[in-house]
């Protein structure tokens, strides 16, 4: 999951500082390396997972900054609580209440700079270097890191196509060592397979976790992005201790700009060591931000209409990609519609170098993320991420169908095949 | 400087979670807990370290977010790179250059999410647990959290009424059992005692850092708000080789509640890392507020007009202060008037308990930080730590001499010595 890399340095290096041992475990994100090569203009990207910007209420947005600067200023610009702006801590309770099932009340919520800031901080308060983490193959990146700047050891537990199997999950805690400090799951819409565990799966997932003592760790940053189908409850809703974390944020529903996330765990010792951390780390999240958000989840009616709207475009936008690669993919290429998010993932045969052909897609001006960016199993490495939500239908059927004419090309001569590939 | 809180839970917690063993050594910071003491409305307190709220350019901000917002909205909203938005990166550097004498290039910036990140970004890249990190006697509270959360000696270099002595720094450095990995310095209107090295001690400091080998840490968030005095060179304006780093914020100039903060290091590899661990901490710092940051920093005008607004109002609440002390307290208080900043440090005769007359203040309703909250020599431990930029001249007047009340009935009996006071 993650190595050594070779370009932060190493023995050799003249740097006047010494490093502490375990950032030499980190490299930069794959995902954004590949986004740098991407930003030409000419380049028609599904490599990223960036919401849509002309979907962003910037008006809406600025209204309630002018508001809240002139109703309290010294509330939006001073310091605040580590532990996050009551109201948005409410805000976010009933919000997830109404979608999850999951009972809360505010002082079980922390407001993070991001739920990626709550992935480093759950790290930080519950992995020991060398502990244990469960995680989907493939999984999240950005959780990996998390975990992997905390000297984790990341175990990734395989499954099917329709996410983690209980089964695996069961061998894979038998098969630890100690018994692992987390099972980190990303349950509805995944990133990057954009499948969601089913209801069974969710139940039965949650009941091996708790029987083995295994706190669950949550991340729902898609849900309210959903485009067919109904809510399921949370996993953590099937898990009777204390043992959970579920992480929300609102990068995805109305800005990642803003940076705002939120953590929930109903456990008191688990929150007061995060508060404890998240002031050693940033004292707190941008006030401002904190009650623009607020705003937005507060006024209900409004919200659900931004969220319709977001999920009619996206929704296009999903089915526009589907179609075109229904036509221009080899038709043994197996994918599946995801009910909600922004992903599609694509498992093309074994007979195609995914890693060459996304050199050779960029010769093309078009980007995915090849699916060896995610995990390391035969099975993930033959998988494409495609974004739906940042390119308009035009770009989208214009770029699957140069990808379907690479794929196709591919089959008839050049790197077919790994042998005569490399 | 940390200790084993029992309040966090031990052996004897009945939380399923197991922590990581160095998220025990952390404690909420003490003066926030005195924060969260002193909220009511009736408490005259000095314990904070909040500017001015009535001062924030709140109108401007909300002009700035609403034109930045109308022109750029997808920038605004969008998630940006971990580095930083290129502009502002721009703007600090041109500042530096202006201000400290330090040679900078917009490369060498890394947006941060407030100060407080910078300090924990740090710890983190070169603070394996154990190793030694030499900070001055006290130090500012919130370094030594991010020092101690990543397990680091932290060893207090002691001083004298100017601040860090180069004398003591040589014998701190040669005592230490390997060669340190830090030296953190906030030398301008320090945090708590409001002392500014000279510029002679500015030079010795670097070059014995220097010659041993150790890279200097300054902070500086403090430094624009100067109400005497000429500016002074920054300390690592004096390392002639890349091992130093240099923090700034917006946070005391223009709002703490944006959480946008800075880290200057000419050193590439130390940089690269940084980034590495940013993007698995909170990818980047909020993009609007950043660009809120950078329009304020251009107009350069505006900007030092701000300043001279903030340098009149904090001169004339320091020197409201300065006098009340003169005429209340025991005359054999010692204190210092600082250049700039905003903190002005007492330090009483030994017959006082500083940590009692804290309580028996609260129960009169005026609130400061005891000097133990920021280290544990006799010396620190009879400071106390007023601020005096967060209440007007009139309340400022009232509670300095609530405070010099009680310590003149101290005088006269009650808590006056350590023997009798316990």
Redesign the interface.
Same mark, same amino acid.
């Given at each position: 999951m993650s190595t050594t890399d070779a !370009?932060?340095?190493g023995a050799g290096?003249m !740097?006047?500082? =010494?490093?502490? $041992?375990?950032?030499q475990l980190?490299?930069?994100?794959i995902v954004?390396e590949i986004l740098k090569a991407t930003e030409s203009a000419d380049v028609i990207s599904f490599a990223?997972g960036?919401?849509a910007? @002309?979907l962003?209420p910037?008006?809406h947005?600025?209204a309630l900054? +002018?508001q809240i600067?002139?109703e309290d200023?010294?509330?939006?610009?001073?310091?605040?609580t $580590?532990e996050g702006h009551r109201p948005l801590r409410q805000a976010v309770c009933d919000r997830i209440s109404a979608s999850t099932g999951l009972p809360c009340d505010a002082c079980q919520v922390l407001i993070t700079?991001?739920s990626?800031?709550a992935l *480093?901080l759950v790290a930080?308060?519950?992995? *020991?270097p060398g *502990?244990t983490v469960l995680v989907e193959e493939p999984s999240y990146l950005?959780a990996l890191?998390?975990f992997?700047?905390?000297g984790a050891n990341i175990v990734a537990v395989p499954g099917d196509e329709r996410g983690m199997s209980p089964e695996s999950l069961r061998r894979a805690i038998a098969e630890a060592a100690a018994r692992p400090?987390l099972l980190y799951l990303l349950p509805t819409f995944h990133n990057p397979t954009g499948v969601t565990l089913d209801a069974g799966r969710r139940r039965e997932l949650a009941e091996v976790a708790q029987a083995a003592?295994v706190?669950v760790l949550e991340d729902d940053p898609y849900g309210p992005l959903r485009y067919a189908g109904i809510p399921l409850p949370a996993v953590v809703s099937h898990v009777r201790? !204390?043992?959970w974390i579920y992480l929300g944020t609102c990068?995805k529903v109305l !800005?990642?700009?803003?940076?705002v996330g939120w953590l929930v765990t109903p456990?008191p @010792?688990?929150m007061?060591?995060l508060?404890?951390?998240k002031?050693?780390? *940033?004292? +707190? =999240?941008?006030?401002?931000?904190q009650r623009v958000v607020a705003r937005f989840l507060q006024d209900a009616p409004a919200f659900e209409a931004h969220l319709q709207l977001l999920a009619g475009v996206y929704r296009a936008r999903r089915d526009t990609m589907a179609a075109a690669i229904r036509e221009h993919f080899p038709s043994d290429c197996a994918f599946t519609v995801p009910d909600g998010g922004l992903f599609l993932w694509v498992r093309l045969p074994h007979r195609f170098d995914v890693d060459r052909l996304f050199h050779l897609a960029l010769e093309r001006r078009v980007a995915f993320v090849p699916g060896s960016a995610f995990g390391q199993s035969a099975r993930t490495r033959q998988g494409i991420r495609l974004n739906f939500s940042n390119a308009d239908p035009g770009r989208i059927a214009g770029g699957i169908r140069r990808l379907g004419e690479l794929l196709c090309e591919c089959d008839g001569h050049g790197v077919r095949a790994r042998p005569c590939g490399r």
């Open positions: !370009s932060l340095g290096s !740097s006047p500082f =010494t490093y502490a $041992t375990r950032t980190l490299r930069p994100s954004r990223g960036l919401p910007p @002309e962003f910037a008006a947005i600025a900054c +002018h600067l002139a200023p010294a509330g939006a610009l001073q310091y605040g $580590t700079t991001g990626q800031q *480093d930080r308060v519950l992995l *020991d *502990d950005g890191q998390a992997a700047a905390s400090k003592g706190p201790s !204390s043992a990068s !800005s990642p700009g803003l940076r456990e @010792e688990l007061k060591r508060v404890a951390i002031q050693a780390v *940033d004292l +707190h =999240t941008a006030s401002l931000n």
